[in-house]
């Protein structure tokens, strides 16, 4: 086997950046290799990241493509619609949101939106909300501790990114359907924030600290295009299939990942 690139290596190690940020890397890397190249780099991206649908998409689009170049730009035209997300969700946030984790998606809404207070949920293990915590501090938000959060829900919507929205409910991090549900108790909604390019028809796994929320625990999953209710996203996740070479790897990973 030849020598894994360094930069997917790198690409494919990264626990820090969101699903959006590795696939315009991963996209990027995949474009300048050879095409004999692509498989493995593909498998290692995919090993290294089994429940980020763009990754996903991505692999389809290169596989696809007559040459690793055009699969890469016609994945990046379509990530680049979803730039289109943080317009379409600003006006559905209220004036107090409380958000989870890291999502880059997410970080752009607020910052159009300025809400008067944002709160983020610490979203241990790994603390990722208290980046996203100082990522927005020139609109004073703070790190709450999750189990502060989740019991006292001092918000008027939970705000959440995604890795992947598949028929079988939306992939992001541990404690995003506790914050889903806690929004509901209290009668406030939860608007997920995803993008055209984390649809995908099939259920990827949801290792560890990931988890799977069922759509029905969501009132919108926000697109390009705006706003979509649970079944309309899953309608809509179930039209982006992969290509067929994936099966095989897919199968792998829910096999390790179950759940």
């Known amino acids: 086997m030849s020598r894994l690139p360094a930069t997917v290596a790198a690409i494919a190690s990264d626990r820090r950046s969101g699903a959006r940020e590795i696939a315009r890397a991963a996209a990027e890397a995949l474009a300048g290799l050879e095409p004999e190249r692509v498989p493995e ?119 959440v990114g995604a890795d992947a929205v598949g028929p079988g409910g939306l992939v992001n991090k541990v404690r995003t359907a506790a914050l889903c549900r806690a929004a509901h108790e209290r009668g406030l909604p939860a608007i997920a924030l995803a993008g055209e390019t984390k649809l995908l028809a099939a259920d990827l796994p949801a290792p560890e600290p990931f988890e799977r929320v069922p759509l029905g625990l969501l009132d919108a999953v926000v697109l390009p295009d705006g706003p979509a209710g649970p079944q309309e996203a899953a309608r809509r996740a179930r039209a982006a299939t992969l290509h067929p070479s994936l099966a095989p790897l897919l199968e792998e990973l829910r096999r390790a990942h179950p759940g």
């Open 41 to 159: 780099a593909v498998r290692a991206l995919l090993l290294g990241h089994p429940a980020m649908a763009p990754l996903w998409r991505l692999a389809s689009a290169v596989l696809e493509a007559p040459d690793p170049a055009a699969g890469a730009e016609r994945f990046l035209e379509r990530l680049r619609l979803d730039d289109r997300v943080p317009e379409a969700a600003a006006p559905l946030l209220p004036d107090v949101v409380l958000t989870i984790s890291w999502s880059s998606t997410v970080v752009r809404a607020l910052r159009l939106r300025r809400p008067r207070e944002v709160l983020c949920m610490a979203s241990e293990p790994g603390g990722e909300g208290r980046r996203t915590a100082r990522a927005l501090a020139e609109l004073g938000a703070r790190a709450v501790p999750d189990e502060e959060a989740l019991a006292t829900f001092p918000a008027l919507a939970a705000v």
